[in-house]
């Protein structure tokens, strides 16, 4: 008898199977089922049959539900890798958000067809113009069977090149070895292949007719929450506010003289503890506000320099809406 090969729609028959009350489906999926020893028939007092998951086919669920873990885990890390590197590039990026999006009818003469495109990273210029906005769609595949899978749905891939630039983004197998090669994507879509977790690009995405936005994308975008923007690297521009002062100062010898007649010398009692007058030499409130206005420009530039300017033009934004409310 030759041996049963078991895939995902078995292991998700088993899961079915194991939260219902067992009444038999009675197709082939359920004959392999039987046959491999993951289910089992169970015959009641009243003749009636049921199916019962066995102990091996609640291992298969356990075994499947750790794979699909894993598998969810490494898309969901390459999904992380690229959204950073479009805000790394001075973009604006979301994940798993749901877009409207129109697909060729079935025929040349029917009109298109809307529908809802799901893109793992969808990402957009950071600008004002609205034909600057260059939409780029990237569609994250780990494993080759869900890549194959994939290609065989063209109105899938026409949703996403209708809102913009589509680019299949190739993970590696356990090998090493990408899962997919380039001439196997439809020229449409670029390619993207991952070397370690560098992404290196194998053929560049045509450019989309589409120049802008629909409004019922716009809507979305503004319902839906971008990917955090990226603030490492901030910290290390900025310095102590009190970098000028010396935490440690000089002790004055006993017989040295005052430099101002309200310190403390020879034969003067000391200011009382946290006065100003007990450090010899007090910080001068002017250079701390300088130094505090010179690493807030620092920071500003910080800022600037990764992209996320936003907050200044949204400050002078505000302050132009409300002069030109009055």
């Not at 604006?92 to 749901?98: F, P």
């Not at 913009?164 to 997919?180: F, H, M, Q, S, T």
């Not at 370690?196 to 929450?225: E, H, N, Y």
Request: glycine share 8%; aromatic share 4%; proline share 10%.
């Amino acid at each position: 008898m030759p041996e049963v090969t078991l895939g995902k729609f078995h292991a998700r028959r088993l899961r079915e199977m194991y939260r219902s009350a067992g009444w038999p489906c009675q197709d082939i999926v359920e004959i392999e089922l039987l046959a491999a020893g993951l289910l089992e028939r169970v015959v009641s007092r009243d003749a009636a049959e049921t199916v019962r998951v066995t102990d091996a086919g609640i291992a298969m669920i356990a075994a499947q539900a750790v794979r699909n873990r894993s598998a969810m885990s490494s898309h969901e890390a390459l999904v992380e890798l690229i959204a950073r590197d479009m805000l790394r590039a001075g973009r604006i990026a979301w994940r798993g958000i749901s877009l409207r999006a129109q697909v060729p009818g079935a025929t040349p003469d029917a009109p298109p067809v809307w529908c809802i495109a799901k893109p793992d990273v969808f990402s957009i210029r950071n600008t004002t113009v609205e034909t600057y906005v260059e939409p780029v769609v990237h569609e994250i595949k780990v494993r080759r069977a869900d890549l194959l899978g994939d290609l065989k749905i063209p109105a899938k891939r026409g949703a996403y090149c209708d809102l913009g630039e589509c680019w299949y983004v190739l993970g590696n197998d356990a090998k090493g070895r990408p899962i997919g090669d380039p001439s196997e994507v439809p020229p449409e879509c670029g390619v993207i292949l991952m070397q370690g977790d560098q992404p290196i690009v194998a053929r560049r995405a045509p450019k989309p007719k589409r120049t802008a936005l629909p409004f019922g994308v716009w809507m979305s975008l503004a319902k839906a929450t971008p990917v955090r923007g990226l603030d490492e690297g901030v910290q290390g521009l900025l310095a102590p506010l009190d970098e000028t002062v010396d935490p440690q100062p000089v002790a004055q010898p006993s017989d040295a003289t005052p430099a101002h007649p309200d310190l403390p010398g020879p034969g003067k009692p000391c200011a009382g503890e946290g006065s100003p007058l007990s450090d010899p030499n007090p910080p001068c409130p002017r250079a701390r506000r300088c130094d505090a206005l010179i690493h807030l420009k620092r920071f500003e530039k910080a800022v600037e320099g990764i992209g996320l300017s936003v907050y200044r033009r949204r400050r002078n934004g505000w302050a132009a809406d409300a002069s030109c409310a009055w």
